[in-house]
């Protein structure tokens, strides 16, 4: 039982604060994060100039031997973090092609053409940069743009918290530390420290590793919950919950900019601009996104004790609009994720379940339809005991009763299904009504 809800990682909890560093500080984050793009970049191409030229592999080990000889004026966990970054890229990319999800790209020998040998970064070493051609899904070379952060890796080794301000080695000094926003920080165990510039701001990333807490054995009140593009989320209490309007605005507009900028030349002038102009609006549906599903996930777990999901992993929408459906794949994902942490510190169970046919077979009786319901049939008929229902709902109800943990002796959850025929009533929880209005920050950050 544990095991699902404990599962590797799922008890840390990142967090974001706004930091405010004065000009030196912020001059030397800079620096600490131009230092760190470079050493990507550097061993980056120590990597594909040896296979390129020589076919030699570079073993982790000694490419590791070999950064700890770099002299750089950054602390060596941040340092190591970048290493081990471009390992995992590495890792991820072999896996793609053992797994089959990138084919025909093996890297071949030759394959990295038109090599410029130009310094690049602030090292004057002389790193070598190349403008040729990776293969698809290789670890990429980092320009300014797509590199945004560093980390150190453990609380008390390079970086502490302290009275509410930021001790950073190697940028602020043992007195002069940088003022950090925290409201408040869950009772756990600090762990990295992620610096990340978003725009011209800073912000710093706490991960805190939670206490266990116990896992109820009965679940009281319990749920199933279908995610849906029509209605955001909908329960099998027939609740639903659409995003704020604005929301939604916000997240096509953003679509529309991603096409615009997919229609651009690559790196060209207006492909630049464009691209800020993509991230600025990403940064504001972002914010917009994480105060919604902060609001949702915890109107959820105070009121349940059970929440089951579906694996979207598993998942497979409908074939709709394809941006469409991964901007919802966001909000969903994060929703999911915000609800699992604080189900464990509440000492409260989420489930994911496998969703096949959970929109396809009646939740009273268990019969599968034979035809497939299509995307604009909202009312689940069922021809053998006659329900009719909402179809999401339908499926929130299956998506409920599939868990292991559901009991129906023990757990409420089903209010308003006992009337077969005559369509589910409503609860009166009220979920949606509940929902707070964003607050005007996140508007303004939204209209402007
Ligand atoms: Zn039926």
């Not at 989320?233 to 639903?240: A, G, L, Q, W």
């Not at 049939?377 to 005991?385: L, Q, T």
Request: hydrophobic share 30%; glycine share 6%.
């Amino acid at each position: 039982m544990e095991s699902i809800v404990r599962k590797e990682g799922q008890n840390c909890r990142n967090l974001r604060f706004k930091i405010h560093p004065t000009l030196e500080q912020e001059k030397k984050l800079n620096e600490t994060l131009e230092y760190c793009r470079s050493t990507w970049n550097h061993l980056l191409s120590i990597r594909v100039d040896l296979y390129d030229r020589f076919d030699l592999s570079v073993s982790k080990s000694s490419l590791e031997k070999y950064l700890k000889n770099l002299d750089y004026p950054i602390h060596s966990s941040v340092r190591l973090d970048v290493f081990q970054r471009l390992c995992s890229a590495y890792d991820k990319f072999f896996d793609d092609i053992k797994n089959g999800r990138l084919k025909n790209t093996k890297p071949k020998k030759g394959m990295f053409v038109k090599r410029k040998d130009i310094p690049c970064g602030n090292n004057s070493s002389g790193f070598i940069k190349y403008d040729g051609i990776l293969p698809k899904g290789h670890p990429k070379f980092k320009s300014k743009e797509d590199f945004s952060s560093f980390r150190y890796k453990q609380h008390g080794n390079g970086w502490k918290l302290e009275d509410n301000k930021l001790y950073l080695s190697k940028i602020t000094g043992k007195s002069n530390l940088i003022k950090i926003d925290i409201d408040r920080l869950p009772d756990g165990e600090l762990k990295t420290c992620t610096l990340k510039k978003e725009g011209k701001q800073w912000f710093a990333y706490l991960t805190v590793e939670l206490p266990e807490n116990p896992v109820p054995s009965t679940p009281e009140n319990a749920v199933g919950i279908d995610l849906g593009l029509k209605s955001f989320i909908t329960t099998s209490n027939d609740d639903f919950v659409e995003p704020p309007r604005f929301l939604r605005k916000a997240e096509k507009r953003l679509a529309k900019e991603q096409r615009k900028l997919s229609r651009m030349e690559f790196k060209s002038n207006n492909y630049k601009k464009q691209k800020q102009k993509v991230n600025r609006i990403h940064r504001k549906v972002a914010s917009a996104r994480n105060h919604f599903s902060h609001c949702l996930s915890k109107l959820l777990v105070e009121k349940y004790d059970l929440i089951v999901f579906e694996d979207l992993k598993i998942k497979n929408l409908v074939k709709n609009n394809k941006l469409a459906k991964s901007i919802s794949d966001v909000s969903w994902n994060k929703l999911v994720q915000h609800v699992t942490y604080k189900a464990a510190e509440r000492g409260k169970i989420v489930d994911k379940i496998n969703p096949d046919n959970t929109t396809q077979v009646c939740s009273h009786c268990g019969t599968k339809k034979k035809e497939k319901l299509r995307l604009g049939d909202r009312i689940f008929y069922c021809s053998k005991c006659g329900l009719e229902i909402d179809r999401d709902l339908n499926a929130a109800v299956n998506i409920l009763t599939k868990s292991s943990y559901y009991n129906p002796m023990h757990t409420v959850g089903l209010a308003g299904m006992n009337g077969c025929g005559d369509g589910a009533s409503t609860t009166g929880l009220g979920i949606g009504s509940q929902v707070p209005p964003m607050n005007q920050q996140t508007l303004n950050l939204l209209r402007g």
